[in-house]
């Protein structure tokens, strides 16, 4: 039975085999929102990049216009360098997970288990489940600075904490790792003969590395090709930096070439992992990004390259490929940062990492804009083939087969 109505052109079929009354309207809408249906499961193909919502600023949209502004962008990972009350219970039901941060100041006492015990359960189990917590970044760069007692006290304090996630049945669930700075490598090229630097192996990296690969924890590096630039930009290559077109720079002892510094940089961690015997050990790039403006003497400190740098690594990170010596492992990386600082101190081109100015406006187009436009259905439609290709095909069958049963009824 087939029944027209002119006035509000919807057109009406009873299928003889199922007796279920459609709507052409009904089956167009279908295929429309069959992106947004399958965005959870597209969104996984991206879903190793991630973005550093920093807030050391006065002039920062509320949480809440954070949790759209990121999720526009549809990146479902973020890493804060606190536990914010105010995001992290925002945050929760939004589908998007967190690194939180503790202070470097705040590392020692959490040396004393009580206190650590106590810590877990006021800023990560109180937000549990709702909020996605993965991984606890203990402290910053602390092996890169010269506190030795702070080095000594971070790791009992990462095992006090991993403790308490035990008492609650939390291990597995967040992780705990603290960020480490490359100035930690001793050597880093050629990538094959990266090594730590051996005033700090025995003592520190090493019992630290145990801790990681016993627990599951990801190694966690802040790297950033700029400051390699920017010490030398007379030497070092823009385009190698930058990720675009380049001859690329050999490795001579394993023949890898490599036409990004990126990806060398992490090779180098790799060996410098895989010769104290912690290969196993996975990597998370727990900041990379460029500056959109810098002081006189800040070389390569400016808009186009910062547009170029990260718009090349988003390619780069959601391409779910693996570095040289690590092809089918796909990177993790979260970009430096959200938004434009204006508090943080230091040279100018620290106030100025982010991908949106305060107001939400961006900074420079960075290349995820296809996800807002309306050729996201093409991206998102071809991401989920990969990842679900039954449940995708079938959606897709079922919308073009009930609109061509209906206009030939």
Same mark, same amino acid.
Not at 278 to 304: F, H, K, M
């Given at each position: 039975m087939v029944r027209s109505r002119v006035d509000d052109e919807v057109v009406t079929t009873r299928l003889s085999d199922g007796g279920v009354v459609i709507t052409e309207t009904v089956a167009v809408i279908l295929i429309c929102i069959l992106p947004e249906i399958l965005l959870p499961v597209a969104s996984s193909n991206s879903g190793s990049l991630g973005v550093n919502y920093g807030m050391i600023a006065n002039d920062l949209p509320p949480p809440t216009a954070v949790v759209r502004l990121i999720q526009s962008m549809a990146i479902t990972k973020t890493r804060i360098y606190s536990t914010s009350s105010d995001v992290l219970q925002v945050f929760g039901d939004t589908g998007i997970s967190f690194i939180v941060g503790i202070g470097n100041e705040d590392v020692p006492g959490l040396t004393d288990p009580t206190n650590a015990t106590s810590w877990l359960k006021q800023h990560i189990d109180l937000y549990l489940p709702n909020t996605q917590i993965t991984c606890i970044a203990v402290g910053n760069e602390i092996f890169s600075g010269n506190n030795t007692e702070l080095m000594r006290q971070l790791l009992p304090a990462m095992q006090n904490l991993q403790s308490a996630l035990v008492a609650v049945g939390l291990e597995g669930q967040v992780a705990i790792s603290t960020p480490h700075s490359l100035a930690i490598l001793s050597n880093s090229f050629p990538p094959s003969a990266g090594a730590f630097e051996s005033g700090l192996t025995t003592s520190y990296i090493t019992p630290l590395l145990d801790f990681l690969s016993e627990t599951g924890s990801p190694f966690l590096v802040n790297a950033y090709p700029y400051f390699a630039y920017?010490?030398?930009?007379?030497?070092?290559?823009?385009?190698? %930096?930058?990720?675009?077109?380049?001859?690329?720079?050999?490795?001579?002892?394993?023949?890898?070439?490599?036409? =990004?510094?990126?990806?060398?940089?992490?090779?180098? %961690?790799?060996?410098?992992?895989?010769?104290?015997?912690?290969?196993?050990?996975?990597?998370? %790039?727990?900041?990379?990004?460029?500056?959109?403006?810098?002081?006189?003497?800040?070389?390569?400190?400016?808009?186009?390259?910062?547009?170029?740098?990260?718009?090349?690594?988003?390619?780069?990170?959601?391409? =779910?490929?693996?570095?040289?010596?690590?092809? =089918?492992?796909a990177l993790e990386a979260y970009i430096f940062a959200l938004f434009n600082e204006d508090l943080k101190p230091g040279p100018t081109s620290e106030r100025n990492y982010g991908l949106f100015n305060p107001d939400g406006t961006r900074v420079y187009d960075f290349g995820l804009d296809d996800i807002e436009s309306s050729s996201s259905s093409v991206y998102l439609i071809s991401s989920s083939l990969e990842v679900c290709p039954f449940l995708t095909t079938y959606l897709l069958c079922l919308s073009v087969s009930l609109i061509n049963a209906i206009r030939s009824s």
């Open positions: 920017k010490s030398n930009p007379e030497s070092v290559s823009l385009d190698y %930096v930058l990720f675009q077109p380049n001859a690329g720079i050999l490795d001579p002892i394993t023949g890898l070439r490599y036409y =990004n510094m990126l990806d060398a940089q992490l090779d180098a %961690v790799y060996s410098a992992l895989e010769t104290l015997g912690y290969g196993n050990v996975r990597l998370i %790039v727990s900041e990379t990004g460029w500056p959109s403006a810098g002081d006189p003497d800040e070389a390569g400190a400016t808009i186009q390259n910062a547009q170029t740098y990260n718009a090349n690594l988003i390619q780069r990170i959601t391409s =779910n490929t693996g570095t040289p010596l690590r092809p =089918n492992l």
